[in-house]
T-cell receptor
Framework: SQQGEEDPQALSIQEGENATMNCSYK?????LQWYRQNSGRGLVHLIL?????REKHSGRLRVTLDTSKKSSSLLITASRAADTASYFC????????????FGKGTTLSVSS | GAVVSQHPSWVICKSGTSVKIECRSL??????MFWYRQFPKQSLMLMAT?????????EQGVEKDKFLINHASLTLSTLTVTSAHPEDSSFYIC?????????????FGEGSRLTVL
């Protein structure tokens, strides 16, 4: 089963612009993670934010988490053509050893 | 970094045959591995949780006799699609978490694209 929704489903921007993707989820979580997937490839972990954190940065990535609204956002600053990919949020539940549940994803296209 | 290798990366088979996909953690031990399925332009759907030395836990709606999972060692899990049919054509992705880590980051294989003719 899927945990939630990302929006937008698709986003097209120019190089240098910022890209913001949002994710909502339904249940209580231990952490929320963002992954990137290039077409036809596996997933690459980008960043993890724990349920007791509100904001986290990693390079050009900024993630926020609002547990009261059950939502998260991923901001990619100064985007590059190489950032073109699908981005998924995934939630880790409070139960040990459980899998991640993925959202529907946002497809980002960055034009040069 | 942790590397998960998945093989084969793509396979084409005839309807009725069985296909085995291997998932290996190359530089870490993984007590638990997860198998996902992804249809074109869609998200990953969890199929089952593979536990080393015990039976896999399947998600609702996933036929365990259709998708056989074996996790014989701390570095290898296999998914066998039995008597494959065209509707089984999909992108199958495995992932693993380091042993001892109960939550947190998953490491993904590159996926296996199955096409059933």
């Amino acid at each position: 089963s899927q945990q939630g929704e990302e929006d937008p489903q698709a986003l097209s921007i120019q190089e240098g612009e910022n890209a913001t993707m949002n994710c909502s989820y339904k249940t209580s979580i231990n952490n929320l993670q963002w992954y990137r997937q290039n077409s036809g490839r596996g997933l690459v972990h980008l960043i993890l934010i724990r349920s007791n954190e509100r904001e986290k940065h990693s390079g050009r990535l900024r993630v926020t988490l609002d547990t009261s609204k059950k939502s998260s956002s991923l901001l990619i600053t100064a985007s590059r053509a190489a950032d073109t990919a699908s981005y998924f949020c995934a939630t880790g539940l409070n139960q040990a050893g459980t899998a991640l549940i993925f959202g529907k994803g946002t497809t980002l296209s960055v034009s040069s | 970094g942790a590397v998960v290798s998945q093989h084969p990366s793509w396979v084409i088979c005839k309807s009725g045959t069985s296909v085995k996909i291997e998932c290996r953690s190359l530089d870490f031990q993984a007590t638990t591995m997860f198998w996902y399925r992804q249809f074109p332009k869609q998200s990953l759907m969890l199929m089952a949780t593979s536990n080393e030395g015990s039976k896999a836990t399947y998600e609702q709606g996933v036929e365990k006799d259709k998708f056989l999972i074996n996790h014989a060692s701390l570095t290898l899990s296999t998914l066998t699609v039995t008597s494959a049919h065209p509707e089984d054509s999909s992108f199958y992705i495995c992932s693993a978490r380091r042993s001892g880590r109960v939550t947190g980051e998953l490491f993904f294989g590159e996926g296996s694209r199955l096409t059933v003719l």
